[in-house]
Structures are given as C-alpha cells and as structure tokens.
C-alpha cells in the first residue's frame, strides 16, 4: 500500500498546471535525499517521504548539478529531477541602483535591463507591505530604497524581493544604528536633498547646514531640485521653469517653507551622514559656478554679485 501511495504522489504535482516557475538552488555537494525537506518547504514535492520513496523506487539522483535551475510546482517528481539535473542556469548579474536615483529611475532601469515590466518596481516600492530594522514612512519609501550594486537573478527576478533587499540594507549601511537628535525620516529627506544639490561629499556637510539653519528659521530652502522631483524628464527645463513658478506643488522649495513631503531620490551613505552631522557657518545661501564649484554667501547682496559672476540663474 505505501509503494502505492508513493508511486500516485510520484506522478501527482504538488502545483496546479499553470504555477509560476521559480528559481531552486542546489548547493554544492548536496544530495538529491538531503533535497527533501527544502523542496517539500518550498512546495516543489508533495512531502518530504513522497520525494524520498520516489528516490527509493529507482530513480538516480546522482545526476544532480549544483547551481540554480528554473523548476516548478506544476512538476511531477520525474520532471523536477530532469529539471535538477540540467544544465543551471546563469549566475547572477550585477545591477547598480544610483545615488540620486528615484523609484521611477530604478523602474524604468530595470526594465531597460529585461528584469521587469516597465511600471513593477513602482508599483512593488508602495508601503504598507515591508519590514525593516527601521521606523519605514506610511506614505512613501523614496529614500529607504538603498542605492548600491546588487547580485540579481537574470530570469524570475521578483520586484517585491528587490525592495524588500533595498530596505534591509538602508537598515544595516545606516538606519539600524542611527541615533541623531532629529528624526530619521528627516535626515532622509534632507540627505535626498545634498545628493542632488552638492556633488562634493566634502561640501555636503556645510550645505547641510545652511538647509537646517533655513528650516530652524521658517525661511524657505529655495532648493529648485525639490521642485523637478515629480517630472517624468529630470532634465526637462521648460517643466522645471513651469514648476518653480507654482505654489501648489508640494514640492516647490522656493514658494513653501519646510521640507517637500518625502525624500526626493534615494541619497548615499555619504549623504546621510552629512545630514546627522551638519557644519555651523555663517552662511545661508549657496550655488554652483559651471564647473560645479560651491559658492556660499553670507547675505543676498554677496549671493546676487555670485549670481552675475557666475551667470547663474
């Protein structure tokens, strides 16, 4: 009767006909009995003693090959271990997610890549549906998403996974360990800011500053790249141009005081900590010449003769 049962479980997938591939890792020097428990775990066999009575009733595990395979709950036994004895399929590539970068950036990155559709990062990066070793913001994850370079699957990439990795290692690079006097959501926003407004780390500290000085003292920060966050084109100018000119949009720094409702790109570690240890100065405005060199004033008048200067405006 058990030889039976395991030969109509042999034959039985544990998955309906139409159940999503995944990626199933057999380390090296695995054996196809010692498979048993995580394949049952994972729902790629109907248990752990229907696998083994399929390995007792002849068939040769020998064959396997370390590596990851693309397997399925919709296979039955014989065809999980054809497919665990084939050849595996391609590491991992790397994929670098840029400092600065917003979630539509990585989205549409990612699907240059082949990884994903476009529009799955975004809707994958959504709150409510992650945890983390830190206090995660209800309303959106721009800035926790952690930009670095990740080993990623190059078939069956899972956009959630992903997200839920960007938090755990914001977590682990900073968030776990940070215990600044200001809240951690708003060293976030403001180290979104110094990402995109400096791009000398050495300077960001200093910039910093004048930001939490403007904020102490209800001045407006003035910071036009809050106001491109929400275009679909960074370097749209003549979106930009209208943008800075309107005093409903959240995020316009020039025309509303405090700091835009999220962070506005996912800021570095070098970012981040400029914005737990700010630099006193006697400064409060600041700008770039063209070759990116700061400038900082003391008073509007100096900042205007920097302005002409330099031609910027």
């Given at each position: 009767?058990?030889?039976l ?8 997938a ?17 054996t ?81 890549k ?12 959504r ?7 830190v ?64 791009p ?114």
């Amino acid at each position: 009767m058990l030889l039976l049962l395991a030969a109509c479980d042999v034959e039985r997938a544990p998955g309906p006909p139409d159940a999503p591939e995944v990626v199933f890792e057999v380390p090296k020097g695995a054996t196809a009995r010692g498979l048993a428990p995580t394949l049952a775990r994972e729902g790629l066999v109907q248990s752990e003693q229907s696998w083994t009575w399929f390995l007792r009733l002849g068939a040769d595990g020998s064959c396997l090959k370390a590596g990851k395979h693309q397997v399925s709950p919709a296979m039955a036994a014989p065809e999980l271990l054809a497919a665990l004895c084939g050849v595996p399929v391609a590491d991992d590539v790397p994929f670098t997610g840029l400092e600065g970068w917003r979630i539509r950036d990585t989205d549409a990155a990612l699907a240059e890549k082949g990884l994903i559709e476009a529009g799955d990062y975004i809707e994958a990066a959504r709150p409510g549906a992650y945890t983390a070793a830190v206090t995660l913001p209800g309303d959106s994850l721009e800035g926790y998403l952690f930009p670095e370079t990740y080993m990623v699957p190059p078939t069956g990439f899972v956009a959630a996974d992903f997200v839920q990795r960007q938090l755990d290692t914001f977590a682990e690079r900073f968030g776990k360990d940070y215990a600044g006097p200001r809240p951690l959501s708003e060293v976030v926003v403001v180290a979104s800011m110094l990402e995109r407004e400096e791009p000398s780390p050495a300077n960001r500290p200093l910039v910093a500053g004048i930001m939490y000085k403007r904020l102490a003292t209800g001045w407006n920060l003035g910071i036009d790249a809050t106001s491109r966050y929400t275009l679909a084109d960074w370097n749209d100018r003549q979106a930009f141009l209208v943008k800075l000119r309107d005093p409903g949009d959240p995020y316009n720094t020039r025309l509303r005081q405090g700091l835009p409702p999220t962070a506005i790109g996912s800021p570095g570690l070098a970012s981040l900590q400029a914005a737990t240890a700010p630099v006193d100065s006697e400064f409060w405005y600041y700008l770039h010449d063209n070759s990116g060199q700061l400038h900082p004033s003391r008073t509007v008048a100096e900042h205007e003769r920097y302005r002409k200067k330099y031609n910027v405006y």
